[in-house]
Each structure stands twice: as C-alpha cells, then as structure tokens.
C-alpha cells in the first residue's frame, strides 16, 4: 500500500504467523490474499481498514491437493492456479468454467478461491454456486482454534466473521457427477455476469437422475440452491429442454436484485437459458 494512504501492509510468512498478525490488529486488521477487491474499495465507496495481513504467499494455502476421496484447495490459490490443477479432473467440469469465466485473464492470475468468498456484499462470485453445487465446505482459522462450515454458511455469515478469522481453504468430497457452468455477462468479457447458474448431477447406470444440485448466483444477493427445481429434475433423464420448461415455470421464487448493470426483472428471466445451457455442459462433460 503507498505510505500516502496511511494504511499498512505486513506480510505473514505462515499461516501461524498470519494467525496472531490478524490477532494482534483485530477489527483494524483484515486478511489481503490477492488484492483484486480489496483495490477497488474506493470504487465502491468503501472504507479500507487500517492495516492487511498480506497471505498470499504462505505454501500450505496456495495448494490443491487430490486423493481418491477428496480435494482439498488452498485459500490463496488463484482462478488460473485453479484451473491448471483440476482440468479433466472427475466431477470439476463446473468449477473449472466457474474459475475460467470469471473475470479476465489478468485478474484470474491474482484472485484467489478464498478472496472470492469472502468479498462481503459480492453478489457476482462465480465459484460460490459452482462449490455450492459440489456441496462443499469451507475451513477456518479463528481466534478459538479451528472451524469448517459448508460453503453456504460461509456466504451467510462472512459480512460478521470475528476479526482474526481466515479461510484456510476449501474442501470437496469426490463423487462421481456430471457438472456445468453458465453466466451471462452483458458483453463477452471482464463484466460481472447478470446471472449464473450451476449444476452437479449424479446418474444413475440408467441414465436417471439420482441426485442434483443446481445453484443460482448474481440474481440475488448472495448465491443460493434451488431445491424446488432439484426435486422436479430427480428420477427422470437430464433433459436440458425440461429442464429449461421447468425453470421457465419456478423462476418465480428468485427476487432479482436491481443494479445499474442490469434490472432484477431481467436477472430471472435469462434463468431458464442458463439452466438449459448448464445442463447441456452437465451432459456433455
Ligand atoms: C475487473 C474485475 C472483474 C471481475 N469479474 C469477476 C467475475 O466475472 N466473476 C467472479 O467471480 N469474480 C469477478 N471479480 C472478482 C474477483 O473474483 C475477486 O475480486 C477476487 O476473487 C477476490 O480475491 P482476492 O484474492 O483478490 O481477494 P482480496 O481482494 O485480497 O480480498 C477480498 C476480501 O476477502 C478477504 N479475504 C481474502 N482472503 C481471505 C481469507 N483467506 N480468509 C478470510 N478473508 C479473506 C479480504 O480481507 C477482503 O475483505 C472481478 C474482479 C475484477 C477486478
């Protein structure tokens, strides 16, 4: 940070260092992993704190680790980093086009998984319904010890988080699904999306639906499931056309939030598309 804008940054160099750097500042204090929000405060109109805990260098948060039952994801590692370590991985089609989607190339290289969830008031994450999706949880570091919550708690909750609390990183439970991932942004790059939508389904050797997930971002505050669609979807074949009719049919229970980038009225009506779409890349995977 330049020294004219009297704010300071210390660079923790382990995650035990970061720990007790954000203990010591307390609510003065906040995490900085890839600064790509926290930069662009002013254009918000938002307050910065006084003093960041730089993380984004600490090895055991930038990882991605795979092993037969689960993948484990660093807070601090970035979209592009991301991307490269679960390409043609089972089950990550979704999360991959959430992490390759977003934003534009320069800021993928920077933003991290972590800074993404834990942007407050940022309706337009496009990883939140891809993990939402996956049903995965996320872990912490808080004044009291150790936390894990499922990643839509994280959403509920993150605007409140006790000062001194880090995401130390994310954790998914391997399955065999099928996922995808549509957006629609206003033009074709480096805008938020107007909406999102996710989806993880497992079929069965008949082809049916055993199970689904479909989660919805950028329509509403903070990105959430859709559990009537998902129950409508069970017990029959993935078919993007029904799905699309059925979407058509429950938009309803989505309250678009108004922004000058686009009117509420307009995020739920492109939600029928986007989950057609998503349950083409579903099949397609
Ligand atoms: C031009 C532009 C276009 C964008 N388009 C998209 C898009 O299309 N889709 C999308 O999803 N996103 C988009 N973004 C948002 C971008 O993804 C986020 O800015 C980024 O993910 C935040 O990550 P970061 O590492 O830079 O976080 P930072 O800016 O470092 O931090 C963000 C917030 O999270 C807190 N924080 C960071 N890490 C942790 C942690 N481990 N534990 C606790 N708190 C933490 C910080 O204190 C801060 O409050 C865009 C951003 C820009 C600049």
């Given at each position: ?45 938002e ?75 940022f ?25 894990r ?29 099928r ?14 999306p ?9 079929l ?11 989660a ?10 859709w ?31 108004e922004?000058?980038?686009?009117p ?22």
């Amino acid at each position: 940070m330049p020294a004219s804008t009297g704010q300071c940054l210390y660079v923790a160099t382990s995650l035990s260092d970061a720990v007790a750097a954000l203990a010591d500042r307390g609510p003065a204090g906040a995490p900085l992993a890839g600064a790509t929000w926290i930069m662009r405060a002013p254009i918000r109109r938002e307050e910065r704190r006084s003093s960041y805990v730089g993380i984004g260098g600490i090895a055991e948060l930038c990882a991605v680790e795979l092993t037969d039952d689960e993948i484990r994801i660093g807070a601090c590692v970035t979209h592009a980093r991301l991307i490269a370590a679960l390409a043609g991985a089972e089950g990550c089609d979704g999360l991959v086009a959430a992490a390759g989607g977003a934003a534009n190339p320069a800021v993928r290289q920077m933003a991290t998984v972590g800074g993404n969830l834990c942007a407050s008031d940022f309706p337009a994450s496009d990883l939140s319904p891809a993990l939402l999706c996956l049903d995965a949880s996320v872990e912490l570091r808080t004044p009291g010890g150790r936390e894990r919550m499922p990643v839509g708690r994280l959403l509920d909750v993150r605007c409140t988080l006790e000062p001194g609390t880090l995401v130390t990183g994310v954790v998914i439970a391997r399955k065999s699904l099928r996922t995808g991932h549509a957006r629609l942004p206003l033009r074709k790059a480096g805008d938020y999306p107007v909406a999102i939508v996710s989806m993880a389904a497992a079929l069965g050797s008949d082809g049916l639906v055993e199970d689904i997930k479909v989660a919805v971002g950028s329509v509403e505050a903070s990105a959430r499931r859709w559990p009537q669609l998902e129950e409508q979807l069970l017990g029959r074949p993935l078919d993007p056309a029904r799905a699309h009719e059925l979407a058509k049919a429950g938009a309803g229970v989505f309250a678009g939030r108004e922004s000058v980038e686009a009117p509420g009225w307009y995020r739920v009506q492109v939600l029928p598309t986007l989950v057609r779409r998503a349950a083409q890349a579903a099949l397609a995977g």
